[in-house]
Every structure is written in C-alpha cells, then in structure tokens.
C-alpha cells in the first residue's frame, strides 16, 4: 500500500517550488523508510527545478542531501533499526550487478545510477527528493550517521562532502604535507578547505572575490589566499603544488593552473565550467593530470561520514523552513550563501 507524502515541489521550469502532496511506495523487505529531519540545498536544486539541462519531469521534488530518523525497515534489513539517524545522498538505487556495483561504486552503475530525484526508478516511477516529510530507500543506498555528529551538519556532507572526498581519496590527496590549491569558495570548495586541513595538508585558496580572504583563512583554516586575478600573486605559485582541487563552474584558465602544479600533479574537476581548453604541451611536460569526478560509491560515503565524525568536520550551514526554499535557491544562484543552506525539513514542512 502506498502512502501520501507532503513535499514541495516545482511544477514547470520557472523552478516556483509550492506545497505538494504525492504517494511512495510501501516499505518493501529490504527497505528502509526514514521520516526527514533535514535536507542540504545544491546547486543541482536549482539546475533540475528550472530545466537547465532539459528533461525534467514535473511536478518536480528536489533534495539529495538527506538526514532522518528510520522509522520503518523491511523484513531483511538488518542494519538499520528504527529510531537511528541515517542519511541518503545523490542516488537510490543502481543495477547491483555490474563491475561497478560490484565494487561499491553505484554512482558509476553500468546501468544508470537511479538518481533520488527525477530518477525513473525501476518500477517505472519517477523519484522525489528530500524536500519532502518521509522516503523510501533500498537499504544498500542509506548511510548511518555517526552518533555524535549533529544531523543537520550531516546533511553537506551527502553531496558536497562526497563529491570532494572521493577525488581526494582516489589521488591519495591524504598524504600530509602536500599541498593542495582549491578554486573556488562555496560549497563544495569550503568542505575540500576542511577535509585538506584534516588530511594534513598545506591548502591554499583561489577566489576572485578579496572578501572570501578572511574566512578562507581565519573561519576554514587554510594557509594561503590569491586573488585569482592577480597576476603577481598566481606567478608565485609556480610549480609548487601537487593538487588542485577546481570546485567552481566558472571559466578559468586551464593552462595557468596546470602550470602551478609541481611534475606529476593533479587537477581534478568537481565543477562545471563551460568549456575546459588548455594546451597540451602544458599537461605533457610535467606529466602532470586533469581528472573529473562526481559524487562517490556507498562504501566511502559511509567512510567519509565516519571520517569527518572522527576529526570533527563540520559543514559551515545556515539553517531555514521549507517556506524560505524558494529564496534559498535565488540566493545560491547568486552565491549569497555561507556555505550551505540546510532545510529544517520536521520543523516546518507540516506546520
């Protein structure tokens, strides 16, 4: 028997959110239903709620940085019990058979990850994210979060957190006293300033806005700010770092950055800037590497949360209601945001 929900939801690509009501599936016997407690904003909200990549289903419920509280498992779960916080991230369900998901790593399912919102699930349906009171998930895809780490910090961490961890684990970016550039300032770049830091690392942060200086330094804890526009303070770097880590979709210069990295140093893409242009003669001669990644596979998604409960990484968040979900949006196109909106999904969306 299915069950009514009470989300909100953008009905065409004017991206409006309003009040919603829609039916999940029954609890089957290896999933979990889990009341939500919070839900992170990102910026793939805005992206999908406004068409920008042209084929999203309306009505449209959007949301994949969830944390909640089990409420319902099926007959076979044992991992979870009811009563335990637990969080969902990109994703809520793959194929489970192929060389992807064999190793834990579902988000590059051979089949499709089946994404938590505006994914069509394998019952034809189409998915609905974690702006919304309650979701159903496979077991396989939900994650425990760590007793004493606060729920609504958990929340980042689903997808920011992931999508920078997983390149720096799969770079071996954890290795202390390397040194790591980070583009960008926001989300995603504020998490990759703290998992560095953590990992040991001598960070240091390119921004184009003077103003993000002192909580780059003083708030996140990194060692070095450039002004990515000037010239003089780029040309020290030279040569002297051995990642960077571009979590900003605007246009940069690929061939200046690649140049600031030492011989065989990493670039890795968590962004989506238009175009990525570069000469290859600056990528041959230092055999240096640029990588792209997304968010991460199950098996570091619950390593990651267990990591940042361990050293004490703590998104930088401001809380709001469902009501304020619709300025949270335009202020995140606007990057008026320190450094990630978290929704109070139980205190505000049945009140």
Known sequence: MANECHGWAARDPSGLLSPYQFTRRSVGSDDVSITILYCGVCYADVAWTRNKLGHSNYPLVPGHEIVGIV????????????????????????????????????IHCSKGAIYTFDGVDVDGTITKGGYSDYIVVHQRYCFRIPENYPPELAAPLLCAGITVYTPMMRHSMNQQGKSLGVIGLGGLGHLAVKFG????????????????????????GADNFVLSTDEQQMSVLDKSLDFIINTASG???????????????????????SEVKFNPGTLILGAKTISGSVTGGTKQTQEMLDFCASKRIYPEIELVPIEYANEALERLIKKDVKYRFVIDIANSINK
């Open 71 to 106: 409420r319902e498992v099926g007959s076979n779960v044992e991992r979870f019990k009811v009563g335990q916080h637990v969080g969902v991230g990109t994703y809520v369900n793959s194929c489970r058979e192929c060389e992807y998901c064999d190793i834990e790593l579902e």
């Open 197 to 220: 830091k953590a990992f040991g690392l001598k960070v240091t942060v390119f921004s184009t806005s003077v103003s993000k200086r002192e909580e780059a330094l003083n708030l996140l």
């Open 251 to 273: 246009d940069i210069s690929f061939d200046l950055y690649l140049s600031l990295l030492k011989a065989g140093g990493v670039l890795v893409l968590v962004g989506f800037p």
